[in-house]
């Protein structure tokens, strides 16, 4: 069965566009025009994945976000927008998007994107995370994080695999579906320093090379909700590197 897109863009250029591109990629696409007719669809149809114009008339693209979110709909997200600054990007992502593509965009990073968020909707494999072009940190990085089939404990994190919820201690972490792949990934690898392509080619399935900024997004955003006033902060930055999570 060809995997569901919803489509949701005012442009009719662009929309009819992408229409005909996803569904000569194999997709079976859904194109409306506004927000309005988006969540209609959504509520009606479920598809698999929704690609979502920001900037749109009446409900616009955050507005569906957060109403799905609401609702406890976890289906991906891919947003479209032609806003480039961090504050918008992040602001998309308290929305309850997963990811985003900024406009004008090449159609094979849509398709790159899609192709990643919709491998995230399997179940992760057991014993899936490995090291990866990981680099090993000197000294001692603590106990090395326990993982089983269900579960991972690293640097007081709790992570339920298939439940898909977290927590810091006792507090539980609300997080995107984006945002649980990449903690999940840097608590696999907890003490080892995982470099930026590393990351990207497992959380996103693409590399977009330096000048992205798509990761320090989400490491951030994550942080926000990670850290804790008087608590040791747990995602370390390794200039030009990349990240790791550890207990300082």
């Excluded at 005012?10 to 309005?36: K, N």
């Excluded at 990085?141 to 579960?151: C, L, V």
């Excluded at 990761?215 to 942080?223: D, H, S």
């Amino acid at each position: 069965m060809p995997q569901t897109v919803l489509l949701a863009e005012d442009d009719r250029a662009i929309r009819h566009a992408l229409e005909r591109a996803l569904t000569l990629e194999g997709y079976e696409v859904t194109a409306v025009a506004d927000g309005v007719e988006a969540l209609a669809h959504a509520h009606r149809t479920h598809p698999d994945v929704l690609l979502l114009d920001v900037m749109m008339p009446g409900i616009d693209g955050l507005q569906v976000c957060r109403v799905l979110r609401a609702e406890g709909d976890r289906t991906p997200i891919l947003m479209l927008t032609a806003l480039v600054e961090t504050a918008d990007r992040i602001a998309g992502l308290d929305a309850g998007a997963d990811d985003y593509v900024v406009k004008p965009f090449d159609v094979e990073e849509v398709f790159a994107r899609l192709r990643a968020l919709l491998r995230r909707t399997s179940p992760v494999p057991a014993g899936g995370g490995g090291t990866g072009g990981g680099v090993s940190v000197g000294g001692d990085s603590g106990r090395e994080p326990q993982i089983s089939d269900r579960q991972i404990e690293a640097a007081g994190l709790r992570m339920d695999l298939q439940a898909r919820r977290a927590w810091r201690g006792r507090r539980e972490l609300e997080l995107t579906r984006t945002e649980f792949e990449l903690l999940e990934l840097l608590a696999r690898n907890a003490g080892i320093v995982l470099d930026h392509s590393t990351i990207y080619d497992r959380i996103w399935g693409y590399d977009f090379g330096p000048g992205s900024k798509n990761l320090a997004v989400y490491v951030g955003y994550l942080r926000r909700k990670l850290d804790e006033p008087g608590a040791p902060q747990l995602i370390h930055t390794v200039r030009g590197v990349g990240y790791v999570l550890r207990e300082d």
